[in-house]
């Protein structure tokens, strides 16, 4: 089945950057949707980033547009989000998720496939 992998959390002061990745093993459609959610303290999961490998389009949740970029190395079947000008707000689990289909990972957050998660703290 379908494994992710995340890594890049840590601790950065407001303003810092961050860059996450997920290793994705097992893919088994030739497009895919892939994506970050996270996940605050008593807050409901919400998506920051996706992108369709079918069409390349992306998609970003309003409050991180112009300061997370998210991207893929196809090579290496891995998944990236760059996070500059980190707010106290971004602090959260961040998980990577992956889905065949974008309305269920992106519209519907209920996609197929999920990471254990990285945790982001800024402060």
């Known amino acids: 089945h379908v494994q992710l992998v995340e890594s890049g959390g840590g601790s950065v002061q407001t303003g810092g950057s961050l860059r996450l990745s997920c290793a994705a093993s097992?893919?088994?459609?030739?497009?895919?949707?892939l994506g970050w959610f996270r996940q605050a303290p008593g807050e409901e999961r919400e998506g920051v980033a996706a992108?369709?490998?079918?069409?390349?389009?992306?998609y970003y949740a309003d409050s991180v547009k112009g300061r997370f970029t998210i991207s893929q190395d196809d090579a290496n079947d891995t998944l990236y989000l760059q996070m500059n000008d980190l707010k106290p707000e971004d602090t959260a689990m961040y998980y990577c998720?992956?889905?065949?289909?974008?309305?269920?990972?992106?519209?519907?957050?209920?996609?197929?496939?999920w990471g254990q998660g990285t945790q982001v703290t800024v402060s």
């Open positions: 998720a992956a889905d065949s289909s974008v309305l269920r990972l992106w519209v519907g957050k209920s996609p197929s496939y």
């Open positions: 097992r893919l088994t459609y030739s497009n895919n949707c």
């Open positions: 992108i369709y490998t079918g069409d390349s389009g992306v």
